[in-house]
C-alpha cells in the first residue's frame, strides 16, 4: 500500500513538475497538455536520464535519477521566465479547474483500479512476464548502461526496452522491490493511457464546440467516453462465449453427439465444441478468457491451423502482461497529441533546413523527433502509426492551407525525411546494440481474414464510426467525392494485392528450392495451381477486406469532399480543389485517424514482416493492436458527437442500438475479470496449496498461491520458497555472473527464475527467446550443453574450464538444477565455498 501511495505522488508531482513545458509546447489543444503531462515528464525524465547513463556521464543509481530529474526540472522551469507565460498559465488553471480536477481523479481512480485488479491475481507466470521482470531486475542491477542481458552473460540486452527503463527508475527511486514495481507499472500505464485518451477526446470535442456553439455545457463527462473505448470495450469473443454456454444454435441429440452449422460456420477455436452439460451462462471452459485474443482463425491451403495473435487493451490489463504494446500505450497516445496538436497550428511557423524550408517550428521539430523515436525505442512496431499521424497531420494541414495536389507528397517527405533522421540520431546508442530478428517483408497469399470474425474482434468499434460516418454523410450539405474516395481505396488494395503476388514471384526466382517445397507442402504441383487455389480463398473470404473497404473508402470520400476550386497559393496558376468549409476541422482529425487505423487492418491482409515463425501472427498481433487505439478515439468521438446531435426517434433509436452493442462489448472485461481473479476470492491457503501440490496441477497451484499483495513474486515464494530466498541473498550480494538450469524449451516456464528475480546475468536463460531477439542462435554457441556438463560432470578440472570460460561467480544449486540434472554435487562442495544455504537451496561462489 505504501509503494501504491508513493508512486501515486510521484507521478503525479511529475505531471505538475512538465506541465510548464507542455503549456508552452501544446497551444493548440484546450488543455494545453495537462492530461498528456505526466506521460511527457516519463518521456523526457526518461530520456535524459537513459542518454546521460548511456554516454556515461551519470550513474545507473539514485543519484543519476536525481540529476536526470533537475534536467526535466530546468528544461520546464525555463518557459516560466516570462511573466507573461506565468500569467497566462496561471489563468488557465483557474479557468480550467472542472478539467484539472476531472484528470487528477480520473487517474487516481484508474491507478487504484487496476492495482486492486493486479492485487486480486499479481502472479508474473506465464506467457512472457518472466522476461519482463528480468529486463527489470537486470537494468536495476546493471552498473552501466546498455544494461546487461539477464539471459546471456556478457551481452547487453537486445530489445526495445526503454519502457523496462522507466519501470527500473521509479522503482528505484521509490525503493521498490522489481516484482512490485512490475504489477505499479502495469496499473501506471492503465491510467496513464485513461487521461491520455480522455484528453485526446476533450481537445476534439472542445474545438468541434467552437463549430458548434449552441452545445454550451461544460465539458467533462463526455470525454470519459476515451479511455471507455481505449480500455474497457472489448471484442464480441465474450458475448459469443456466453451464447455457446447457453447452448444457443446448438442441437443436442438423445443418443449423438451435440451439432451445430452455425457454430462450424463461425469456427472460434473452442467454440465449435458444444458446451458441458448441464447449460449455464458463466463459461467454464479452462482459460476461456484467453481465446479472445486468438478469434481469427487460420488455415493454410493444406488445412493446417496455426496461430493468430489479436489482442486488445482490456485482454492485455486482464493477462497482466508487461510486454512493450502495453507500455507504449501512453506514449502512442502522446504521440496523437502531439500530431493534434500540429494540426491544430501549435506549431505553425518555420524551420530553415538550409535546402528547405518546414511549415513547422524547430521546438516542434525536435520534441516531435523525441516522441517519434521514444515509441521505436518503447515498441519499434509503433514507429509506424507514430509517423503517419505526425506526417499525416501536416500534409493534412498544408492541404487545408494549399488544397490537395501533388505537392503534399513533397510535405511528406520534406517532413518525413529529416524526423525520421532526428528520431534515430536520438536515440542512436540503443540502435548500435540493437539486432532484429525481423527479415523483411513477405507476401500474405492465402489468408484472408474472415468477415465474421474480423467484426467480432473490431465488432464494437465498427459499429460505433459508421454509425458515425453515416450521420456525417447526411448531415453535410456537400456531397462526399464518393467516387475518388473509394477509387483510392480499391486502388490501395490493389496495389498491395499486387505487391503481395511480385514479391511471391521473387521468392519464386530467389529461393526456387524453398517455394517448391512450400508447395509440395500444401499439395500443389506448380505455382499455377497455387495461384488458382490462393485467389479463389480470397475471393470466398471477402466480407473481411469489403468491410475495410467501405470503411477507407467512406472516410477517404468525407475527408477530401469538395465541390469548389480556388488558386494554390504557392501556385496561383494552378488551381486546386480544398476541402469544403463545411467540415470541422476537428472532424478531418478524426477521418485521418480512422483511415490509418483502416491501413494498419488492411495490411496485414497482403503482406506481413517476416520473423522465426514466418507467418502473419505477429504482424496481426502490432497492427490490430495500434488500429485498436486509434479507431477507439473515433469510435468515442462518433458517439460522444450523436450523443448530442440526435432529436428525437433517431436519438432513442441510436441509444437503444448503443446499449445493445456496449452490453455485448462489456460482457468480457465483466466475466474475464470474476474468472481470473477467482471473483476476488483468495482461497484457504495451506489446504487448498497441499491439494494443488500433490496433484500437480499447475493452475491450481496457482489460484492456491494467490493471496492479496501487489508482488508478483508471492507465487514463487510460495511454490519454490528456498530458490526465492536465494534470488533475494543474490540481490544483496557483489555483482557476478550466475548459473542456474535451463533446456532448450525453457521459454515460458519457470526456467531462469534465479537470475529473472535477482537482476544478475546467468550463462543461458531462456534459449528460444535469445533467438528471436538477436535473429540468431548464435550468441549462445555452446552455453546449453556447458551448464549441463559443469552440473553433471564429476571432474573438477572440466568445471572449472566452464567456470572460467563464463566468469562466473554463483553457482546456484537449487530445485530445478536437482530435478533437471544428474546433480554431481561434490565437487562443488570439495573446491567452493557455500554463500549461502537454506534447504534444497546452495550457493557457491567461485574465487
Known sequence: MVQFFLWYLLVSALGWLTFPLSFRLFPGLADRGFSLARTFGMLVWGFAFWMMASLGIIQNDGSGLLFGLVVLAAVSGSTLVHRETRKSMGEWIRSKWRLILTVEILFFISFAFLAFVRAGNPEIVGTEKPMELAFINAILHSPTFPPHDPWLSGYAISYYYFGYVLTAMLARITGTLGSVAFNLMLALVFALSAVGAYGILYNLLAAWR?????????????????????????????????????????????????????????????????????????????????RASRVITEYNLAGVWHEIIDEFPFFSYLLGDLHPHVLAMPFDLLAVGVALNLFMGGWKGETNLGFYRLHIRPVGLFFGS???????????????????????????????????????????????????????????????????????????????????????????????????????????????????????????????????????????????????????????????LYFSAATLRRLSFIGGLLTLLVLLGTALALLIKTSRIMPDQENPENPVEPPSPFVPSTTLFILFLTIVGSVLVIAPEFVFLRDQFDNRMNTIFKFYYQAWWLLSM????????????????WNWGYRIGLTIVLFMALVYPVLGLLTKTNNFQVPAFQDSLAAARSAGDLHALQTAAQVWTLDGGAFFNNIYPDDMAGAAWLRSAPYGIIVEATKIDASYSDWAHISEYSGLPTVLGWPMHESQWRGTSDPQGTRLDDVRRLYETSSWDDALSILQQYGIRYVFVGTLERSTYHL????????????????????????
Open 210 to 290: 467552437q463549430d458548434h456553439p449552441s452545445h454550451a455545457r461544460p465539458l467533462t463527462s463526455l470525454p470519459l467516453l476515451g479511455p471507455f473505448f481505449l480500455l474497457i470495450v472489448s471484442n464480441f469473443e465474450g458475448f459469443f462465449e456466453v451464447l455457446n454456454r447457453l447452448g444457443a444454435f446448438w442441437k443436442f441429440g438423445p443418443d449423438g453427439p451435440a451439432t451445430s452449422a452455425f457454430w462450424k460456420w463461425l469456427d472460434l477455436q473452442d467454440l465449435r465444441n458444444p458446451p458441458a452439460l448441464p447449460l449455464g451462462w458463466m463459461p467454464q471452459r479452462f482459460y476461456w478468457w484467453w
Open 370 to 528: 523525441l516522441v517519434l523515436g521514444g515509441l521505436a525505442f518503447l515498441n519499434t512496431w509503433d514507429i509506424l502509426s507514430g509517423f503517419a499521424l505526425l506526417v499525416g497531420a501536416y500534409a493534412l494541414v498544408r492541404a487545408l492551407e494549399l488544397g490537395w495536389t501533388w505537392k503534399r507528397l513533397e510535405d511528406v517527405f520534406a517532413l518525413g525525411v529529416p524526423l525520421g533522421l532526428l528520431a534515430i540520431l536520438l536515440y542512436l546508442p540503443f540502435y548500435v546494440g540493437f539486432s532484429s530478428q525481423a527479415g523483411g517483408i513477405l507476401p500474405n497469399l492465402e489468408y484472408p481474414t474472415r468477415g465474421a470474425q474480423l467484426w467480432i474482434m473490431f465488432g464494437p468499434l465498427f459499429l460505433a464510426i459508421f454509425a458515425w460516418l453515416v450521420y456525417l454523410w447526411r448531415s453535410e450539405k456537400r456531397p462526399a467525392r464518393w467516387a475518388l474516395g473509394f477509387g483510392l481505396a480499391g486502388a490501395l488494395v490493389l496495389l498491395l494485392w499486387i505487391l503481395s503476388w511480385l514479391l511471391g514471384l521473387y521468392a519464386k526466382f530467389t529461393m526456387p528450392a524453398f517455394v517448391s517445397g512450400y508447395l509440395a507442402g500444401e499439395g500443389f504441383l506448380n505455382a499455377a
Open 634 to 649: 473515433a469510435a468515442a468521438f462518433g458517439v460522444a458527437v450523436l450523443l448530442q446531435n440526435l432529436r428525437a426517434a
Open 824 to 847: 554431481s554435487e561434490t565437487k562443488f562442495k570439495q573446491h567452493l565455498s557455500p554463500v549461502f544455504q537454506q534447504g534444497q537451496v546452495t550457493i557457491y561462489e567461485v574465487p
